[in-house]
């Protein structure tokens, strides 16, 4: 498995000429040539740069009017997406998968049909131009065909990948599932992590950290294809399916054991292992060190008993092992931005204004908002502090469950990869890190009375807001903090570490109901059949969050996307997924039910709109979700995958 991506840091058209690339976006955001910020950053340069840039010196001495602008446009720069290729997926093939013939239903069917179509008009390659001259062009030179979620968002996304890998799997297209985590992998040895997004102007931030379930999920598929393989040849048999093609990937499933194929034969998904294993620990270095990594101490313990329970954190290991330990690293988000996206250029700079910062607690915001995105959660109540505005968003003082609950099982991931590929070293050092980062999480985020981890605030800090729910009218919240509360708050907790990290926080959970709150139980923070882990699915069961239209992200209505009434196709998936591992009594027909729900909800939507949608409304069967900084988007890459994946599994 070739990742073939250059070993240098690419040069892009920012890094290259970063004062003018910045002043053409100022003038083009000013002038409000395009309704969507990202249009024109996402436009290839036609020219060679320094052609681009005395244009560019010649126009600020003529003078930049709006018609001049647009011409200097016009004559500089392609339309977005000008610069990808479409392309069929690796293997493609227009059968639907054979599972799709044992739905009932016929309409079930004709759907999962179509939507497996959508995988060729989702699948796209950088052009030539973009490889032989990636001054020109904000997207990264990735070597393999790829999936873009569709509409704006037309390049490959890091988190997105994972149920678009999913679904891919579902489809019976391993090789463009091993593509994608080709090209992910890649721009580990680059960038020394995943960006958020395969373009320049990403490379300040990560998302979730998904990335070993990618490998996991992929080399579980490449397991099973390898042993139907086998057991085709031995038996002297084609393996034609009901569809007279030979069955691959489409009938295998994807499961989390990453012994799943034999120690002998397995040659394919070991040479997969060895590969991605040293850029898996790269990547969780990079969330692991730096300003991502903060050291937290306990008080009185978190509201759960703490490690001292012993039952059901640390993937089934009985207690976390913390002894009287009293300081736990853990992660949060952190992006490398104190200035506005070039994505968002104008949307972040209303912000700001509109808040009437100075230049310090810009910046601060800046760093905020940039990190919000880093979450995926962009944006949300989840990361206001001291009000209820996007003015009010503390990303970088909030150590979030989500993350840290992907972080143990990256962890996990590791050891089991290593075991595998007998590296007894590596396995215990990370099984021993999943093990204390388990323990972190039960002494501090786990709430018995709400049965969920919470994320904690770093203090000290303004104390949460306390904001409106689904039902309720708007709460007033404590005034927010100011910048010297922030730089207060930056020097009480600590001197700066050499490692660039602040020192030790205490902490306090944070309140509210967020989906968020129940992703440790799908990467299992608690033991299945443990009674944590059937404490939190019935702490899910009666959050409030399962409706007939899906899962609510939150109970707040804020208008912002990663709130209520939407529903996320990623956060319905793990959330079906840990309910039925948990082993809690009732909890495996809760999932069916929610599984149900979102694929009820994309069949009705299908129907009234002819599209799968990035988010659905969890109030409204078939609604489409609304709100945030962008208009509703179709396609689309992660809804796919995980409508695919449960269609797969529960039916319609």
Not at 136 to 146: A, G, K, V, W
Not at 253 to 277: K, P, Q, W, Y
């Given at each position: 498995?070739?990742?073939?991506?250059?070993?240098?840091?690419?040069?892009?058209?920012?890094?290259?000429?970063?004062?003018?690339?910045?002043?053409?976006i100022w003038k083009v955001s000013d002038a409000g040539l395009f309704a969507d910020s990202k249009h024109f950053v996402d436009c290839p340069v036609l020219r060679p740069w320094e052609l681009v840039a005395a244009d560019w010196e010649q126009l600020k001495v003529d003078g930049v009017t709006q018609e001049a602008l647009k011409c200097f446009i016009a004559s500089n720069f392609g339309p977005p997406g000008s610069d990808l290729e479409a392309v069929l997926p690796a293997s493609w093939h227009e059968e639907p998968p054979a599972w799709l013939a044992g739905l009932p239903e016929e309409e079930a069917r004709a759907f999962g049909a179509a939507v497996h179509q959508l995988w060729k008009t989702l699948c796209r390659k950088v052009s030539s131009d973009v490889l032989a001259n990636p001054d020109?062009?904000?997207?990264?030179?990735?070597?393999?065909?790829?999936i873009v979620p569709g509409d704006r968002f037309r390049e490959c996304y890091n988190w997105d990948s994972y149920w678009v890998i999913l679904g891919l799997l579902a489809s019976g297209l391993l090789p463009a599932a091993r593509q994608l985590l080709t090209n992910l992998l890649g721009l580990v040895d680059v960038w020394g992590f995943v960006p958020n997004g395969a373009r320049a102007y990403y490379t300040n931030r990560s998302q979730p950290p998904l990335l070993s379930a990618m490998v996991a999920a992929v080399a579980a598929a490449t397991a099973t294809a390898q042993e139907e393989s086998r057991g085709r040849e031995g038996a002297g048999a084609t393996g034609v399916n009901g569809n007279g093609r030979a069955q691959s990937a489409s009938g295998a499933?994807?499961?989390?054991?990453?012994?799943?194929?034999?120690?002998?034969?397995?040659?394919?998904?070991?040479?997969?292992?060895?590969?991605?294993?040293p850029r898996?620990?790269?990547?969780?270095?990079?969330?692991?060190?730096?300003?991502k990594l903060v050291r937290v101490r306990s008080s009185a313990g978190g509201e759960g008993g703490g490690a001292g329970s012993g039952d059901g954190t640390g993937g089934g290991q009985e207690g976390g092992g913390t002894g009287e330990r009293t300081v736990f690293e853990l992660s949060r988000y952190h992006a490398e931005l104190y200035e506005p996206r070039p994505e968002s250029f104008r949307e972040d700079l209303n912000l700001v204004e509109g808040a009437g910062l100075g230049p310090e607690a810009a910046r601060a915001l800046y760093c905020d908002i940039a990190s919000a995105a880093e979450s995926g959660w962009d944006f949300s109540t989840r990361w206001f502090v001291g009000g209820d505005s996007l003015a009010h968003t503390r990303t970088t003082q909030i150590v979030p469950a989500d993350l840290n609950a992907w972080l143990y099982r990256?962890?996990?991931?590791?050891?089991?990869m290593a075991a595998r590929l007998g590296d007894s070293a590596t396995r215990d050092?990370?099984?021993?890190?999943?093990?204390?980062?388990?323990?972190?999480?039960?002494?501090?985020?786990?709430?018995?009375?709400?049965?969920?981890?919470?994320?904690?605030?770093?203090?000290?800090s303004p104390a949460p807001p306390s904001l409106r729910q689904a039902t309720d009218g708007a709460a007033t919240a404590p005034p927010p903090a100011?910048?010297?509360?922030?730089?207060?708050?930056?020097?009480?907790?600590?001197?700066?570490?050499?490692?660039?990290?602040?020192?030790?926080?205490?902490?306090?959970?944070?309140?509210?109901?967020?989906?968020?709150?129940w992703v440790p139980l799908w990467c299992g923070v608690a033991a299945p059949g443990s009674s944590r882990a059937v404490a939190a699915a019935a702490g899910l069961r009666s959050s409030g969050l399962l409706q007939p239209g899906g899962l609510l992200t939150s109970l707040c209505r804020s208008g912002q996307q990663w709130d209520a009434p939407n529903s996320w196709p990623?956060?319905?998936?793990?959330?079906?997924?840990?309910?039925?591992?948990?082993?809690?009594?009732?909890?495996?027909?809760?999932?069916?039910?929610?599984?149900?729900?979102?694929?009820?909800?994309?069949?009705?939507?299908?129907?009234?709109?002819?599209?799968?949608?990035?988010?659905?409304?969890?109030?409204?069967?078939?609604?489409?979700?609304?709100?945030?900084?962008?208009?509703?988007?179709?396609?689309f890459g992660w809804s796919n995958g995980v409508l695919m994946t449960l269609l797969r599994k529960y039916g319609a």
């Open positions: 498995m070739d990742v073939g991506l250059p070993t240098t840091p690419l040069q892009t058209t920012q890094l290259n000429s970063q004062a003018t690339w910045h002043e053409i020109r062009h904000t997207l990264l030179p990735l070597p393999q065909p790829f499933g994807v499961s989390n054991n990453h012994s799943s194929s034999n120690s002998t034969g397995g040659t394919e998904t070991e040479t997969l292992l060895r590969e991605a294993l898996l620990i790269a990547h969780h270095g990079y969330w692991t060190s730096g300003p990256t962890e996990l991931d590791i050891a089991h050092a990370f099984a021993a890190r999943a093990a204390e980062r388990a323990a972190a999480m039960d002494l501090l985020m786990w709430s018995d009375a709400d049965g969920c981890w919470h994320d904690l605030l770093l203090q000290p100011t910048a010297k509360a922030v730089e207060a708050q930056e020097e009480d907790a600590g001197a700066v570490q050499e490692d660039g990290s602040a020192g030790v926080y205490p902490t306090q959970q944070r309140a509210g109901v967020y989906a968020s709150n990623p956060l319905v998936h793990m959330a079906v997924e840990g309910l039925e591992r948990s082993g809690a009594p009732g909890a495996a027909e809760a999932a069916a039910g929610l599984a149900r729900s979102y694929v009820a909800g994309c069949r009705a939507a299908w129907g009234a709109t002819g599209h799968m949608h990035e988010k659905y409304d969890a109030m409204v069967p078939g609604g489409v979700g609304r709100g945030g900084e962008y208009v509703p988007q179709v396609g």
